[in-house]
């Protein structure tokens, strides 16, 4: 009976320990597998991306020189500064911008950004007609910009005269291609990753069925010996024993063991609620109108600075007054009824009562200007994925370790900025190893929050 169990044992053992050579094979070939997708083999088939940019017609050298470097930084100005109303080849809440310089000269354009309603007030006949043409809806004015920058913008938009929406830009023309090879890669490996879980849990599934049958097969195997006149004292003694729950439950170091665990998990929670105290991460309060970030943010890719107009320049983000909205409103979804709720805030005169979501205590002093406009952080890193938020809620922790660590993992950067030198210069000199971090710079003593 013994050699009759010990062979039970040895093959279910050798059971296991193919299921779990099974498992780690499927781990490796798919991990080959996703490797020769997301290498050579499948870039050879990736469709091949534009061989070059649009060349920018005549009308681009005017404006922005015709150079790639104009062409490039006036894409990234129109889109943090005028997509939200205006696209080149389709009209959406201002006029389309396609062939803008045929219609008007540079000279006329610069002074209309800086400021439309001197231009309107000065009587110019085209001005006037616009602002008639769009229900005398004004164009915000942007004194901010330099002539080079509204030049650049131009050059940009005469580039893309004629381009279908989405098509490649001269500012990521470049990135199609890599883009593509690394969208492929990241879809084979999403889809071999899937089969791999697949197949994990099949085995498991097939593991557990096989103890359960191995179990009842013994439990039979035990009835049937039972019932045998030929064994001998120790068989049956080891047949007929059984296992004293009750003095496993009697054992002092049992209840020992089930005390300590016990106290450990109630001091636990105990200090994990007291360390909770005052922090609000998760918070997503409802709001008087039911804007969505994703849509704004993520879809129609407003930029954050066109609603928060001083998160570069002041000390708080400032939460947008209903005007802003209505550049946009005035013209999109006008019947909508969550866009109803910001035409009677106006007409009643009264601010839209948001609630704030990010609220630091007052022992704490922030600058969002230093962090945005200095720093050169960005608003995903402290706020989240605020593109793909539907309704705002805080994202992270917003507690003191949670800054302190990032200014000690933070690097300056302190390249043409004269301030720094001789502080870089010690810093090196007594632990070059390290980087000149934002704690390098006192960003972890504690009157730079407290004071």
């Known amino acids: 009976m013994n050699t009759l169990f010990s062979r039970t044992s040895s093959w279910l053992l050798g059971l296991c320990l193919a299921l779990t050579m099974s498992s780690a094979l499927a781990q490796q070939t ?7 997708v997301t290498g050579g083999d499948a870039t050879a088939g990736a469709t091949p991306a534009v061989a070059a940019a649009p060349a920018a017609p005549a009308g681009a050298a005017g404006a922005g020189g015709g150079d790639a470097a104009a062409i490039a930084a006036g894409d990234a100005l129109f889109k943090n500064n005028c997509s939200q109303c205006h696209a080149v080849n389709e009209k959406v809440v201002g006029p389309a911008l396609s062939g803008i310089l045929k219609r008007r000269t540079i000279g006329w354009v610069i002074p209309w950004v800086h400021n439309p309603a001197k231009v ?59 883009q593509d ?24 599934v097939v593991l557990l069925v096989l ?64 360390m909770a105290v005052g922090l609000t991460q998760g918070y997503m309060p409802t709001q008087p109108i039911a804007f969505s970030h994703k849509i704004h943010a993520g879809e129609n890719q407003i930029n954050c600075a066109y609603c928060h107009t001083s998160v570069y320049k002041a000390k708080s983000a400032n939460i947008p007054s209903a005007n802003i909205c209505m550049n946009c409103h005035s013209q999109i979804k006008t019947e909508s009824p969550e866009i109803k709720k910001i035409y009677r805030a106006i007409e009643r005169k009264q601010p839209i009562q948001w609630v704030r979501v990010h609220n630091l205590p007052d022992l704490a002093y922030f600058n969002h ?40 993992e933070s690097p300056l950067n302190t390249k043409g900025n004269a301030y720094y030198d001789n502080l870089v210069k010690l810093h090196d000199k007594s632990n070059s190893a390290v980087p000149f971090t934002v704690s390098s710079n006192g960003g972890t003593e504690c009157s730079k929050c407290h004071y």
């Not at 798919?30 to 020769?36: D, E, M, N, Y």
């Not at 089969?195 to 099949?202: A, E, G, P, R």
């Not at 195997?221 to 064994?231: A, F, I, Q, S, T």
């Open 369 to 408: 200007s230093q962090h945005t406009q200095v720093g050169g952080v960005q608003c995903t890193t402290c706020h989240g994925p605020i593109q793909n938020m539907e309704v705002v809620y805080q994202y992270s922790s917003l507690t003191m370790g949670w800054c302190i660590n990032c200014h000690r």
């Open 120 to 178: 309107i007030a000065g009587g110019d006949e085209y001005a006037v007609k616009l602002y008639n043409e769009y229900a005398k809806q004004q164009m915000p004015a942007f004194p901010q910009l330099s002539d080079k920058d509204i030049t650049s913008i131009m050059a940009w938009v005469t580039s893309q005269e004629g381009v279908a929406a989405g098509g490649p830009t001269v500012a990521n023309a470049a990135k199609t291609d890599g």
């Open 30 to 36: 798919a991990t080959v597998t996703t490797k020769g």
């Open 181 to 204: 090879g690394a969208a492929a890669g990241a879809s084979a490996s999403a889809t071999t990753g899937g089969y791999t879980d697949v197949l994990l849990i099949v085995l498991v």
């Open 211 to 274: 103890v359960v049958t191995l179990a009842i097969i013994a439990n039979l195997m035990k009835d049937v010996l039972k019932g045998r006149k030929d064994l001998d004292g120790r068989d049956r003694e080891v047949l007929e024993q059984r296992f004293d729950w009750t003095r496993l439950y009697k054992s002092p170091v049992m209840r020992g063991v089930v005390g300590v665990v016990f106290a450990g998990v109630l001091l636990y929670q105990g200090v994990q609620s007291v």
